[in-house]
T-cell receptor, first 113, second 114 residues
């Protein structure tokens, strides 16, 4: 099993719809989880942290399921500007003293007008 | 969150030459990293830039090819040496602050090697 795994997509979703995608991680000792957004030819930017209790920021909701070792991102009322690649990031995925920040390969989202 | 200035933003280089990329952070950070992102791929960690000592390289990356400096807590450079077309990629520096676990990125350097 890969350390951090995401469905690469693309997800083609009509504007206004709700879309959700998951990210699985292999190491149950992982400590911190994030969703980043990356636009074409731009650097990744932090979208939101993912907390055990789940968290919401406007149209975005992130959840963590430790038992099944995945995190999810839900986008409601999707906008054209939501089109991007969404990267799942896990800190502590290797479980060692020198834990690294591990990036998933990203899920491409296309919002269609 | 830290603001990271990275330059150059892009360059076109000849095979066999070297390019040095600089990153300046606007506040002291504990850790700085260098990543590479090839077209259509996710980020690959090249190395962790250690302040005042040699960088820690990931498997597949060596100091002779990617020498890194970090003379203080806010500045780091990555040199891509003896470039070949296979080095064409986006190079990104990133940092984690002293009271944080979140990673912040510079704006990236788009490198094309002819």
């Amino acid at each position: 099993r890969k350390e951090v795994e995401q469905d690469p997509g693309p997800f083609n979703v009509p504007e206004g719809a709700t879309v959700a995608f998951n990210c699985t991680y292999s190491n149950s000792a992982s400590q911190s989880f994030f969703w980043y957004r990356q636009d074409c030819r731009k650097e990744p930017k932090l979208l939101m942290s993912v907390y055990s209790s789940g968290n919401e920021d406007g149209r975005f909701t992130a959840q963590l399921n430790r038992a099944s070792q995945y995190i999810s991102l839900l986008i409601r009322d999707s906008k054209l500007s939501d089109s991007a690649t969404y990267l799942c990031v896990v800190n502590g995925a290797r479980g060692g003293r020198d834990d690294k920040i591990i990036f998933g390969k990203g899920t491409r989202l296309h919002i269609l007008p | 969150s830290a603001v990271i200035s990275q330059k150059p933003s892009r360059d076109i280089c000849q095979r066999g030459t070297s390019l040095t990329i600089q990153c300046q952070v606007d506040s002291q950070v504990t850790m700085m990293f260098w990543y590479r992102q090839q077209p259509g791929q996710s980020l690959t960690l090249i190395a962790t830039a250690n302040q005042g000592s040699e960088a820690t390289y990931e498997s597949g990356f060596v100091i002779d090819k990617f020498p890194i400096s970090r003379p203080n807590l806010t500045f780091s450079t990555l040199t891509v040496s003896n470039m070949s077309p296979e080095d064409s990629s986006i190079y990104l520096c990133a940092a984690v602050g002293p009271h944080d676990v979140k990673l912040f990125f510079g704006s990236g350097t788009q490198l094309s090697v002819l």
